[in-house]
């Protein structure tokens, strides 16, 4: 249930309202926009008389939220969230670039591409440390030093850094980690979602192989009811029938995902595609269609990366993409 306050009432009355609404066992999200206050109810409100609450001097509207996805949803919360990722604005009319190789290599390799990736316009450094692979057989990461290296890569840069985690016992070795990233795998991984929502660190969560928008939101969910606000969501295809190729970019979950939550949309055009040449026109799609960031899988050697080489553009790739996403965001 959400509570929209009229302009203007004193914080003792607010307080007073939101006391009322603990006493009765709910927890209150308080959103204060330009002017208004709205207060959403999360728990169960059936015990609240809507009709007592309406005829409240204090109050202009009052209406129940239907969706499952309270804390998310943009009816708590009409402004958009901008996360405040080490002093870069993500969300809310600020756009960002996040770049960098599916697997942290070695340190030479992911502090190379970060400045690269740096001088051609991107703003975040991504690359996996903790690697979740299909076949046991294949590359897993490099781990704690992985992350080692994507830390002098920041030192170095000034870039954020962005990497996955897999395993809710790993979390010391994510302290100095800018953006914890759950992967596709792991978006219904509750338990790991509860343990990134204890911390306050922004969150990139990506969209299972076979999840539904709700789905994704209810998982941002798990995560924002421990506390955690800073949650991002990530579009980076879903499994169709279509072969040729590795997934289908779902664009219109862009502005669909912008009607229903106020958090903010990142686009992987890399995993979505599969496939390097068509990494730029679906980046510069998701950018038209409204994301806030865009991740960029970009490889100094692709053909030689020890993950995902086939969908890594190389840094002069990626200089033109984000030029060409400079001239949409212009155009917009
Ligand atoms: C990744 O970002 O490298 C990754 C493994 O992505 P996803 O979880 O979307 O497959
Ligand atoms: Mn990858």
């Known amino acids: 249930m959400v ?10 009355k607010i307080d007073n309202l939101i006391d009322w609404f603990k006493s009765r066992s709910l927890d209150v999200h308080v959103s204060k926009g330009q002017y208004h206050t709205i207060l959403g109810l999360i728990g169960d409100t059936s015990s609240i008389d809507i009709d007592l ?22 009816k708590f919360h009409p402004e958009s969230t901008v996360i405040d990722i080490n002093g870069i604005k993500l969300g809310g009319g600020h756009f960002q670039i996040i770049a960098g190789p599916c697997s942290v290599e070695s340190k030479e390799q992911i502090v190379g591409i970060a400045q690269s990736a740096k001088a051609a316009g991107a703003t975040l450094l991504r690359g996996g440390a903790f690697k979740p692979r299909t076949s046991p057989y ?12 994507l830390l002098e890569a920041k030192k170095q840069t000034g870039m954020p850094i962005v990497t996955e985690i897999m395993n809710a016992n790993h979390l010391p070795l994510f302290e100095d980690v800018d953006v914890i990233q759950v ?16 911390t ?58 912008k009607d229903l939550t106020h958090l903010p949309v990142v686009v992987d055009p890399s995993h979505a595609t ?11 799609a998701a950018v038209a269609a409204g994301a806030d960031a865009v991740m960029i899988e970009v490889h100094n050697d692709p053909q030689h990366a020890l993950s995902d080489g086939q969908q890594s553009v190389t840094p002069a790739e990626f200089t033109d993409i984000a030029q060409r996403i400079k001239k949409i965001r212009e155009v917009l």
């Open 3 to 12: 509570a929209v306050l009229k302009p203007g009432i004193p914080q003792e």
């Open 53 to 74: 609450l309406r005829s409240l001097d204090i109050i202009e509207s009052v209406m129940r939220i239907s969706e499952p996805f309270k804390s998310a949803n943009r």
């Open 138 to 149: 294949d590359f897993q990461g490099l781990k704690a030093e992985g992350i080692e290296f």
């Open 183 to 198: 992967g596709a795998r792991n978006m219904q991984n509750f338990e790991l979602l509860k343990e990134v929502g204890k």
């Open 200 to 257: 306050k660190k922004p969150v990139l969560l990506k969209r299972g192989l076979a999840n539904t928008l709700q789905e994704l939101l209810m998982s941002a969910e798990y995560i924002m009811s421990e506390g955690n606000p800073n949650v991002m969501l990530c579009e980076r295809g879903i499994r169709t029938f279509e072969t040729y190729t590795r997934n289908t970019l779902d664009l219109s979950a862009i502005p669909l995902l």
């Open 274 to 284: 599969g496939i390097a040449r068509l990494v730029k026109p679906m980046a510069m």
